[in-house]
T-cell receptor, first 115, second 114 residues
Framework: AQTVTQSQPEMSVQEAETVTLSCTYD???????LFWYKQPPSRQMILVIR??????QNATENRFSVNFQKAAKSFSLKISDSQLGDAAMYFC????????????FGKGTRLSVIA | NAGVMQNPRHLVRRRGQEARLRCSPM?????VYWYRQLPEEGLKFMVY????????ESGMPKERFSAEFPKEGPSILRIQQVVRGDSAAYFC????????????FGPGTRLTVT
């Protein structure tokens, strides 16, 4: 079974600075998808960024980018120019590419942004 | 295009009562997933349904929990004889079809068992 590990329960960053959230996963599959979701206090799950395992290029969405290391099974999220609105729980998730499979989530990292 | 709808947003039940959680997927989506989030935890998969079929219920407790997704109407997650340990946020997600990789989440239902 696949597992996702987020080793940082809490992180903090100064406004306008850069922060990196860590995520590692375990799988025997070669084709899969990886995601970062943001969960603000409203509890709504918001997709931040996704990465297809077959793509070598790291995904980027505005201030959010990932460092995908397939051999190391590592998928970290970098947030540049942090804003107060970035404060939230961040969850890393894995999904097999074999049909419609559920997401496997890590336990999350709580990010605080200091003004 | 309306997003995934869940109701109620908050539900309070006494121990032993039944809880019914509803999920209306996005228009055109025929695949529904239910997840449970315990306090300070990530989301954990419970059940995956397509219209009128349960595809994967490997994450659902064997007793007291059931789910359905009828031909017409929302998907229902039903918890019978609730206990305090059932207190959690329950999320529904939908996707359009077999080649889709993205799941769209509803706002969740927070169940509190007193």
């Amino acid at each position: 079974a696949q597992t996702v590990t987020q080793s940082q329960p809490e992180m903090s960053v100064q406004e306008a600075e850069t922060v990196t959230l860590s995520c590692t996963y375990d799988t025997s599959e070669s084709d899969y998808y990886l995601f970062w979701y943001k969960q603000p206090p409203s509890r709504q799950m918001i997709l931040v960024i996704r990465q297809e395992a077959y793509k070598q290029q790291n995904a980027t969405e505005n201030r959010f980018s990932v460092n995908f290391q397939k051999a190391a099974k590592s998928f970290s999220l970098k947030i540049s120019d942090s804003q107060l609105g970035d404060a939230a729980m961040y969850f890393c998730a894995y999904r097999s590419a074999l049909g419609n499979t559920p997401l496997v989530f890590g336990k999350g990292t709580r990010l605080s942004v200091i003004a | 295009n309306a997003g995934v709808m869940q109701n109620p947003r908050h539900l309070v039940r006494r121990r032993g009562q039944e809880a019914r959680l509803r999920c209306s997927p996005m228009k055109g989506h025929s695949h529904v997933y239910w997840y449970r989030q315990l306090p300070e935890e990530g989301l954990k998969f419970m059940v995956y349904l397509q219209k009128e079929n349960i595809i994967d219920e490997s994450g659902m407790p064997k007793e007291r929990f059931s789910a359905e997704f009828p031909k017409e109407g929302p998907s229902i997650l039903r918890i019978q004889q609730v206990v305090r340990g059932d207190s959690a946020a329950y999320f529904c997600a939908s996707s359009p079809g077999s080649q889709a990789y993205e799941q769209y989440f509803g706002p969740g239902t927070r169940l509190t068992v007193t």
